[in-house]
């Protein structure tokens, strides 16, 4: 009897009060967050600042490849070998694409035009929301391209704002939807 005693006590703390009060000090102190950071545009929920979605457009920026479709149920990635073939063919391909995205030529300077490889790999969750400065700016041309009134200047300038990271450890990042988000605010494609 002592036992069930102790067993519904804990049963009551660790599954009403403790989740019930977590809940609260989330709510109170961290409201967007605990709420799934939420993007808004025009007023509407777009999406999560956590969760990738797909672009596909030319005058977007394009996340990571995702391996489960940027679905968030269940993230995981491709669990490919390095030395599958089936990896190899992927990544073959997505370079393709890339390559002929940016009108990467036999002339082309390589070193400068080679493909990020955040660009050709799908992350580990399969929706991750960043992309490296270095992948955005490597996608910078033919956004342009494809958004009236924009220059590469103006929209370096814009990626360079937005960096979320400044940190001397980890590489500078971007949030995809986040940039989108700002291009079609301030330069909408006209179709």
Do not use: C
Not at 25 to 45: C, E, M
Not at 107 to 136: C, M, Q
Request: hydrophobic fraction near 40%; charge should be positive; proline fraction near 7%.
């Amino acid at each position: 009897m002592k036992n069930l005693k102790i067993y519904l006590y804990l049963f009551i703390i660790t599954g009403f009060f403790y989740p019930l009060i977590i809940t609260l000090i989330g709510q109170l102190a961290l409201p967007y967050k605990a709420n799934g950071s939420f993007v808004l545009s025009n007023k509407k929920v777009v999406g999560s600042e956590l969760i990738a979605q797909k672009f596909e457009k030319k005058g977007y920026f394009w996340p990571r490849p995702s391996s489960i479709n940027y679905k968030p149920l269940p993230s995981s990635g491709s669990n490919l070998a390095p030395t599958s073939k089936e990896l190899k063919s992927l990544v073959e391909a997505r370079r393709k694409k890339w390559t002929e995205e940016v009108n990467i030529t036999p002339f082309t300077n390589k070193k400068f035009y080679k493909v990020p490889a955040e660009l050709l790999y799908a992350s580990g969750s399969g929706i991750d929301p960043h992309i490296s400065i270095r992948a955005a700016f490597f996608q910078m041309a033919r956004i342009v391209k494809a958004r009236p009134g924009l220059d590469e200047v103006i929209l370096k300038k814009i990626i360079v704002e937005n960096i979320e990271v400044k940190h001397f450890v980890l590489d500078p990042y971007v949030n995809v939807l986040k940039l989108n988000i700002l291009l079609d605010q301030r330069y909408p494609i006209h179709e």
